[in-house]
C-alpha cells in the first residue's frame, strides 16, 4: 500500500508539472501570437476558447492538480488576479480624468445654440445608456443568468436587505473625496469630477489664462491614463486565458453552456435596444427604413471594428452628406458619443454582469435594484466610454459602486442601531 500511493504521488506530481508546464506554454503562444502582429480580436477570442477547452481537458482527466494548492492552480490564479487587480487599479485615474476632461472640452462649444444643442445630446444619450442598462438587468433577471454557479474561491456573501434606491444614492455622495477613491466608490467620484469639470468650465469663461495650465494637465493626464489603459487592456488574451481556465476547472461544462447562455440574452437585450432606438426614430417622425438606408455603412463599421473612435469619422461623413444634418450637428454629436454613454459597453453588458453576479451571491433582484443599476450605469458611462475594454471598466465601476454602497448603507444601520 506504501509503495502503491507513492507510486500514484509521483505520478501526480507528473501530471502536475505537464499540466503545468502545458499552461506556460499557452501563455508564451499567445506572446508570439502579439508579436507576430496578429489581431488583438483573435488573440482575445482564441484565448477563451483555449482556455474553456484545456480546463475541460484538465476537468474530465481529473487530475491531482486540480487542487487549489497545486503549481498548476496557484500559477492560473495568479496570473487571472494579476489581470483583474491592474483592471481595478484603472478605474479611479480614468474615471476622475475622463470626466473632468469630457467637461472642459466643451469649452469651445459655448454659443447658446450649441450649448442648448451640447445639453440635449448628452441628455439623450445617458438617458439611452440608463435605460438600456435598465432593460440589460431585467433580461438578465429574466434568464435567470448566474443560477447555479459558484464564484470560484471567493467566499463572498451578501447581505439580502433591501436598502432602498434615496438610502442608496446618499450612500454615492462625496462627502470625502479622498476617502471616496480609498474606498473605491466610483460614483462619489463620478460626482466629484463632475463638479471639478463644471468649475474649471466656468473658471475658463471668466479667466481663460488662469484656467488654461489646469485644462492642460487634465488633457495631458487623461492621455497618460488612456496610454495606461492600452497597455492593460492588451493583457486581455492572458487574463482571459487563465480566468476562463480556473472558472472551467472549477464549474466544468456549466461554465461553457452559461457563456453561451450568457450571449444569447445580452443578443436579446441587445435586439430590445435597438427596438428603443427605432420607437425614438418615430416620435421625432423619422423613417427608420430610410434612415438605416441612409447610415447603414457607419453601423456596419461600428459592427465590424467594435470601435467609437475608429468609426466617427464615418459617422460625421454619413450624417453630414447622407442624413443632410447640420454641420456643428454632425461633427458635435459623433465626437460626444465616443466619449460618453454607450448603450451596450456601458449600458448592456454592465448591467447583466452585476445582475448574474449578485444572482450568483444569492442577492435578490428587486425592482429598486434594477433602477439603481441604471443609475450606476448612467453616471459611470460618463467616465469609462471612449477607452479601449469599455465594458470591462464600466461592469468593474458597477460592481465596485454596488459593493462599496451596500457596506457603506449596512456600516451606517449598525451605528445608528448602536
Known amino acids: 500500500d506504501f509503495c502503491l500511493s507513492r507510486g500514484l504521488g509521483d505520478v501526480y506530481k507528473r501530471q502536475g508539472y505537464i499540466s503545468l508546464g502545458f499552461f506556460l506554454l ?38 491531482d492538480c486540480t487542487n487549489k494548492d497545486s503549481g498548476l492552480m496557484q500559477t492560473v490564479s495568479f496570473t487571472g488576479s494579476v489581470y483583474i487587480d491592474l483592471l481595478k487599479m484603472l478605474i479611479i485615474p480614468l474615471v476622475l480624468t475622463a470626466i473632468i476632461n469630457a467637461i472642459v472640452n466643451l469649452r469651445n462649444h459655448d454659443s447658446s445654440s450649441v450649448s442648448v444643442i451640447a445639453t440635449k445630446i448628452i441628455v439623450l444619450l445617458l438617458a439611452t445608456t440608463g435605460i438600456a442598462a435598465v432593460i440589460g438587468a431585467l433580461v438578465a433577471n429574466l434568464f435567470h443568468l448566474g443560477s447555479g454557479l459558484e464564484l470560484p474561491g471567493s467566499g463572498m456573501s451578501v447581505n439580502s436587505a433591501n436598502h432602498g434606491v434615496a438610502s442608496t444614492i446618499l450612500g454615492m455622495l462625496p462627502s470625502n473625496p479622498v476617502a471616496a477613491m480609498a474606498s473605491n466608490n466610483v460614483i462619489a467620484l463620478v460626482v466629484f469630477a463632475a463638479f471639478i469639470g463644471v468649475a474649471a468650465l466656468k473658471l475658463h469663461n471668466e479667466n481663460k489664462e488662469l484656467a488654461e495650465p489646469f485644462i492642460g494637465f487634465i488633457h495631458s493626464a487623461f492621455l497618460v491614463v488612456k496610454k495606461l489603459a492600452n497597455m492593460i487592456i492588451a493583457l486581455t488574451p492572458y487574463g482571459v486565458f487563465a480566468l476562463m481556465t480556473e472558472m472551467t476547472i472549477s464549474q466544468g461544462f456549466d461554465t461553457l453552456y452559461q457563456m453561451l447562455y450568457f450571449i444569447g440574452a445580452m443578443y436579446f437585450a441587445m435586439a430590445i435596444v435597438i427596438g428603443m432606438h427605432i420607437c425614438l426614430l418615430l416620435m421625432v417622425g423619422v423613417n427608420p427604413i430610410t434612415y438605416f438606408k441612409n ?27 447622407n442624413m443632410k444634418l447640420n454641420p456643428g450637428v454632425a461633427n458635435f454629436a459623433p465626437g460626444v458619443g465616443a466619449t460618453i454613454g454607450m448603450n451596450a459597453c456601458a449600458g448592456i453588458y454592465p448591467a447583466m454582469l452585476v445582475v448574474m453576479t449578485m444572482t450568483i451571491l444569492h442577492q435578490p433582484i428587486t425592482w429598486e435594484t434594477v433602477l439603481i443599476i441604471g443609475l450606476i450605469n448612467m453616471m459611470a458611462s460618463l467616465g469609462v466610454s471612449g477607452i479601449p475594454g469599455t465594458a470591462f471598466v464600466a461592469a468593474g465601476v458597477a460592481l465596485s459602486t454596488l459593493a462599496v454602497s451596500y457596506t457603506h448603507l449596512r456600516a451606517h444601520e449598525t451605528g445608528r442601531n448602536l
Open 295 to 321: 447610415v447603414y455603412k457607419a453601423l456596419l463599421v461600428a459592427f465590424t471594428t467594435r470601435s467609437s473612435f475608429g468609426t466617427m469619422p464615418v459617422t460625421m461623413d454619413v450624417l453630414s452628406n
Open 26 to 63: 499557452i501563455l508564451s503562444g499567445l506572446v508570439l501570437m502579439q508579436s507576430k502582429g496578429v489581431s488583438f480580436n483573435k488573440r482575445a477570442v482564441l484565448s477563451l476558447i483555449v482556455g474553456i477547452v484545456f480546463g475541460l481537458i484538465i476537468k474530465s482527466f481529473s487530475l
